[in-house]
């Protein structure tokens, strides 16, 4: 499957934004999906997941309460809606897939659980 992240750009610290992550495969609903970011200067990190019945997800610390992780089966695409942005939620963000998986539950977060990963949408969050 290829993924299409969108949705990034420049925004005031408190502000909102919306991330998109376009799948290629009709068959979207088997897949379980991910969010990571990447900041300057910094490792890989893991932001949220959700499941492929959606009915599961999973958030860093970091951003609970702040960040909401859903997904529209119809139109293939995920979804990452980030409130109360802060300077440092400023990264690049990566929309991962994985096709169910046993082991998906307990490893959720780690990179390596995820067959496939978008490009990247560039967000910058000004204070």
């Known amino acids: 499957v290829q993924l299409q992240a969108s949705g990034g750009g420049l925004v005031q610290a408190g502000g909102s934004l919306r991330l998109s992550c376009a799948a290629s495969?009709?068959?979207?609903?088997?897949?379980?999906m991910g969010w990571f970011r990447r900041a300057p200067g910094k490792e890989r990190e893991f932001v949220s997941a959700?499941?492929?019945?959606?009915?599961?997800?999973y958030y860093a610390d970091s951003v609970k309460g702040r960040f909401t992780i859903s997904r529209d089966d119809a139109k293939n695409t995920g979804y990452l809606r980030m409130n109360s942005l802060k300077p440092e939620d400023t990264a690049v963000y990566y929309c991962?897939?994985?096709?169910?998986?046993?082991?998906?539950?307990?490893?959720?977060?780690?990179?390596?659980?995820?067959?496939?990963w978008g490009q990247g949408t560039q967000v910058t969050v000004s204070s």
């Open positions: 495969e009709r068959t979207f609903s088997i897949y379980a």
């Open positions: 991962a897939a994985t096709q169910v998986s046993l082991t998906w539950r307990t490893y959720y977060a780690a990179a390596s659980s995820y067959a496939y």
């Open positions: 959700i499941s492929w019945s959606g009915d599961n997800t």
